[in-house]
Every structure is written in C-alpha cells, then in structure tokens.
T-cell receptor, first 115, second 113 residues
C-alpha cells in the first residue's frame, strides 16, 4: 500500500510568483486536506477536498486555491506569493469524509521558501 | 472556535525518565482527539487516538486518556528512549463539516542518553 506522496520536496520562489504543490493520496482514500505549518508552529488547516469538491476551508485568503482530480490526487496553488507563505505544506488523505474517528494520513510535506 | 493548548517546550529528559506532555482543548461538540509525532525532516505520524470520553489511546508505550470533565488528553510514557526525541502535537477533530484537524503548537522533546 503506497502512502501519501508530495512533490516537490523543496521549492524556492520569489515574492509575487505563483506556485503549485502536488499530492497523491493513499490508495483507497477519497478525501485530501492541506495544511500549512510555519516554522515552530502547529499545522493550520487550509482546505479539504472530497470527491473533487471543496469540502471546507480555513482562514486563508482566496489566493490559496486547490483542485482534486478523479484519481483523488490534489494540487495546492498559491498566487502572489508573500514572504509569510514560507512554510512546510502538508497534505493528508483519509478514507472518507465521514468516519468514526477522522484519521488522516500525512505526506512528508513540501518546504516552500519565499525570498 | 475549537482550539488546543499544549504545554510549552522544549522538554529535555534523560533516558528512562517518565514523560508527561499536557494537552487541553476547547470544542463545542464531542471531538476525536489525537497525538501526532513529527521526526526531524518528516511529516506527521499518528501516534495514538481516542474517539470518546474515557477512551485510552496507546501505542509504542505512549498512552493518553480522553478526559471530558477536564477537557484534557495528556500524553504519558513510563520510560522514554533517545529514539522518542521528536516534536509532539496534540490535535482534535470535530465530527461536523470538513472534520479538519486543529493542532496545538507542538512540544519539542529531547531525550539524552
């Protein structure tokens, strides 16, 4: 069983640029969530996708957007990058939107640095 | 909104010491509670979970009990090892809507031999 994978591992961008991060969910999982983890902080929920539809969003501006594809893989897009967007971006998948204990399985993350 | 508060770190212990990392939460409903661990340069791994009051989650010698009356989910281990050095996150997930995870700020644990 393949776990959650993310690409790229590291990325360096400059302020104002746009970036796309990718995530492949664990086999059999149809729900993908994205989190931003600033240095020394806990992860913050960005949004969740269930069966290709956005299923909830955290307190992030519209320049953070996403997609989920028919194979349940997902992309996170960030436009007009700001220095504060520098963080570890974590993708997590779960087997169903509705589950008794809502366990989410995390990928290794993409480290984004904005200069 | 929902929130999680963890004891501030960093925490440094000697090998075989007893570990407690405190975690309290605020939630409007009846959340599920989790401890995640993050090793250097890696993503998060689920350590243990509890889905209802008085449940005890356990894994790899770690334990935590869901205490509704004190809204707490403290992590304990009787004898820590150097390999337990990592950052530990307490988290909750409500059962409504997106069922997102809400994390505490993390506690960095260092175990010295």
């Amino acid at each position: 069983e393949t776990g959650v994978t993310q690409s790229p591992t590291h990325l360096i961008k400059t302020r104002g640029q746009q970036v796309t991060l990718r995530c492949s969910s664990q086999s059999g999982h149809n729900t993908v969530s994205w989190y931003q983890q600033a240095l020394g902080q806990g992860p913050q929920f960005i949004f969740q996708y269930y069966r290709e539809e956005e299923n909830g969003r955290g307190n992030f501006p519209p320049r953070f957007s996403g997609l989920q594809f028919p194979n349940y893989s997902s992309e996170l897009n960030v436009n007009a990058l700001e220095l504060d967007d520098s963080a570890l971006y974590l993708c997590a998948s779960s087997p169903d939107r509705i589950s008794s204990y809502n366990e989410q399985f995390f990928g290794p993350g993409t480290r984004l640095t904005v200069l | 909104g929902d929130s999680v508060t963890q004891m501030e770190g960093p925490v440094t212990l000697s090998e075989e010491a007893f570990l407690t990392i405190n975690c309290t939460y605020t939630a409007t409903g009846y959340p599920s509670l989790f401890w995640y661990v993050q090793y250097p340069g890696e993503g998060l791994q689920l350590l243990l979970k509890a889905t209802k009051a008085d449940d005890k989650g356990s894994n790899k010698g770690f334990e935590a009990t869901y205490r509704k009356e004190t809204t707490s989910f403290h992590l304990e281990k009787g004898s820590v090892q150097v390999s337990d050095s990592a950052v530990y996150f307490c988290a909750l997930s409500d059962r409504q809507g997106a069922q997102k995870l809400v994390f505490g700020q993390g506690t960095r644990l260092t175990i010295n031999p």
